[in-house]
Every structure is written in C-alpha cells, then in structure tokens.
C-alpha cells in the first residue's frame, strides 16, 4: 500500500479513512511492534540481571500497559462480531448466494486446517524435538513476583479479560467458547433478517448496523496506534519472570515452531493461491501487511477483524458481501495457526514423556487438532485445555507432561502471537479464493 495512496474502503465516511490511512498506517507499522517486542526482551533481561528489585514496579506500572490494550480491545469483540457478519451476510443478497459462500468457506477452513497438521506432524517426526536430550533436563526456576501491584494493575484487572466469558455467565451458558458460537448463530440470523426484510425497512437497519461498524472500527484504530508499546510492556514483564535459560532451554522448541508456521505460510498458501485462483501474489503480500503486524500486536484472531476487513475491502479488492462474511466466521472458524501449533505441541510433549505415538495415535491427534481449531474464540492463551485435553485421550501420562506445559507457558505468549498471523493470513487466503469462485459461478 506504501506509495500507492490511501486504499478506499466501500461505504466508509472519507472523513474516517483520512485519519485511518495517513496516520495509523505509519504507527501501526511491524517493524514498530518488532522494535517494541526486542525492546521488551533486552530490557526485562536486563532489568532481572542487574536490578531484579524492579519486579514491583514492572508489575504495577509496565504490564498493566499491555493488558489494558488486550483487555479494551476484546471488549470491543463482540459488537464488531454482531454488526460485521450480519452485514456480510445481508450483503450476500439471496439465500442460495450466501449457501454457497459458506459451503466454499468450510470447505477450504477444512483443506488449510488439515494442511497445516500435516506440516506439523511431518516436521516434528522428522526432527524430533521432543527427544532432544534438553528436553530431559529439570525446568530452571522462575523469578517470583510480588503479589503486590499498584492502583493502575487493580484498575486494569477490573476489566473483563474475556468478554465472552462475562457475557456466558450472564446468560448461563457452560463456556465461552459455546457463547462464541452463540453469538455467531445470532449475528447470521441478524444477517438473514435483515436480507429478508421489505428493502425500505432492510436498508435501514443495514444503515443503523453500518454505523456502528464503523464506531468500532475507529475505536480500534485509536487503540492499535500504541500496539508497540502494548508489546513492550507484555514481554518485558514476561522475560523478566524466565530470564534467559528459558530461551536456551525451548530454543529448539520454537525454531521448530516457527518453522512449521512459515512453511504455512509461504508454502501452503501461495501455493493454494496459485493452484485456485488467478489472484497477484505480490499484491496480496503487499495488502495484508496491517493485518499481519495487528494479529502479531494483539495475538487476537477477533481484535484484528476489523483491519483484516478494511484490508480485504481496500487494498486486496473483495467484494463486501464476500469478504465480510468470510473473514467474520474465520475468526473464530479457521484457526490453522492453532491447528499447526497444537500438533507440534503434541508431538513435542509426548515425545518428551517418553511417549511414541502410532501412526493411528496421530491420525487421532491430527483430527483432534482440526476440530479443536474450528470455533475457538479467537482470544490469546486459550491453547493449554485443548493440549491437556488431547494428551489425556491419547493416555499420555499428565505428570510426565507437566513440566513440559509450564515451560512452552514461558514461550507461549510469542508463539500466540506468531500463529496468530497464520490465522488471520489463512483467513485472507479464503477471502481471496471465495471471492474468486463467487465471481466465476456468477
């Protein structure tokens, strides 16, 4: 988008996009969120090794920064959820349109899902981390902090840190993952009675619900202006706590982590690109940038919505009726990042129990991984249950993995933030290729 001025977004006031566009892109830019994550590093490293004394002050006044972003931001999940998918969904203008739509989205979460747990299952036999003699060793112990915090941390916990969950325990439902679901059936319904609706009563609605879109676009534009400084805060506290035996420690870990990601993402998708659509690779690497550094800033799937939307919309060339529909239900639906993960994970963990699982054993953990990806609300750090839960079916001993899942938790919230960016791209790549059959089935 550098260089080419300001991408237009369909029905977006000129007077939002001004500020949006010329200001926020520059602040929002990855190299700052990558600054800010080094700088995160170097000085909690720092700060443990020379002046460990500061772990007060860290909790009370630097990471309450971070969550305070976190916490604003998903707070503001539910209304982009209820009002962009209901206009997804009324835009898609007829019943069989929107069938098709969501029967080519499904079928493509499920190809790029079970993709990624190949890559991941394929990797870690071959390397076979789990078995490294590191992986054997005793956990070094972690730095404790205070219970203590100041004013600012006790204000910031005060903010519901999953809007979901406040909004189950309100109407009584089990989980927050069953509420996402909840609220994706009632923002499809919204959706269907708005295109059901006589047009003079229908454009009105969509006129109320396009209003409010917009609101909560611009609220989360303001927040992800201080993405870098949000990061900085959430990992100097957390490098603080590990120090640096814990990056030695889970070295290979991540490396294998991250390369399965990348194989993802500059394999898979552009290959799937290339195989099902015509579509410029160079202008869609060019058009996800923003959402690329926003899922990386927020590790939210749903927080970064909104920016994936306006991207799809303006620089990528989606049709709304498309792209809305597609990229709301993938935030929540097609989770392949998570997926990939949560296969390494596995692998990794059993194979540091002691464990060799089958080739059937990991047919077993690879449809696990797929379903334990579709719905997920897409909130950071809600990854251990589903790994718990997987490892308990495949009979794998929970104390021999105990120690293994409080390590990856010292290395979790980075690794949330880089899968994360495979989400959101996958949901990109479904967006780009829906379009195109949308299009040619016309």
């Not at 305070?68 to 009002?83: D, E, Q």
């Amino acid at each position: 988008m550098d260089g080419e001025g300001s991408p237009s977004l369909p029905n977006l006031d000129p007077k939002f996009r001004n500020v949006r566009y010329h200001v926020c892109m520059k602040q929002r830019s990855p190299w700052w969120v990558l600054g800010g994550l080094v700088s995160g590093i170097v000085v909690g490293l720092a700060l443990r090794a020379w002046y460990p004394a500061s772990a007060p002050f860290l909790q009370s006044w630097i990471e309450p920064w971070g969550e305070l972003f976190l916490r604003i931001l998903f707070l503001l999940v539910i209304p982009v959820l209820l009002t962009a998918l209901p206009l997804g969904v009324a835009s898609a203008g007829s019943l069989f349109h929107l069938g098709r739509t969501a029967l080519s989205a499904l079928f493509l979460t499920m190809l790029l899902s079970s993709l990624s747990v190949v890559v991941a299952l394929g990797l870690i036999n071959v390397w076979k981390v789990g078995k490294a003699p590191a992986m054997q060793s005793a956990p070094v112990s972690e730095l404790t902090l205070p219970e203590e915090a100041g004013w600012l941390a006790h204000a910031v916990a005060r903010i519901p840190n999953d809007p979901f969950g406040l909004l189950a325990s309100w109407v009584g439902c089990p989980s927050s993952a069953k509420m996402m679901l909840i609220l994706l059936g009632v923002s499809v319904a919204l959706g269907l009675v708005m295109m059901l609706l006589p047009p003079k009563q229908g454009h009105a609605f969509q006129g109320l619900w396009e209003k409010i879109f917009r609101i909560c676009m611009v609220c989360i534009d303001g927040l992800i202006r201080w993405a870098p400084w949000a990061v900085f805060s959430l990992t100097c506290l957390s490098f603080f706590r590990t120090g640096p035996e814990l990056l030695g420690y889970l070295g290979t870990f991540v490396v294998v982590v991250l390369l399965a990601l990348g194989m993802q993402s500059f394999g898979v998708y552009p290959a799937v690109l290339r195989v099902l659509t015509p579509y410029d690779l160079r202008k869609f690497w060019l058009g996800v940038r923003e959402p690329m550094s926003t899922a990386f800033a927020t590790a939210s799937s749903n927080a970064t919505l909104p920016v994936s939307i306006r991207a799809a919309e303006g620089a990528l060339g989606l049709r709304p009726q498309v792209s809305r529909f597609v990229l709301t239900a993938g935030a929540s639906a097609n989770q392949n990042g998570l997926a990939l993960y949560e296969g390494v994970t596995v692998l990794f963990l059993a194979q540091s129990a002691g464990v060799d699982l089958n080739l059937g054993q990991q047919a077993i953990v690879a449809g696990w991984c797929v379903i334990g990806s579709l719905g997920t609300a897409g909130v950071p750090g809600g990854t251990l249950p589903i790994l718990a839960a997987i490892l308990a079916s495949l009979g794998v001993d929970p104390m021999k993995t105990g120690v293994g899942i409080g390590l990856i938790l010292g290395v979790d919230r980075f690794l949330d933030m880089c899968r994360t960016c495979v989400n959101v791209l996958g949901d990109l790549v479904i967006a780009v290729v829906a379009d195109y059959w949308s299009e040619q089935k016309k």
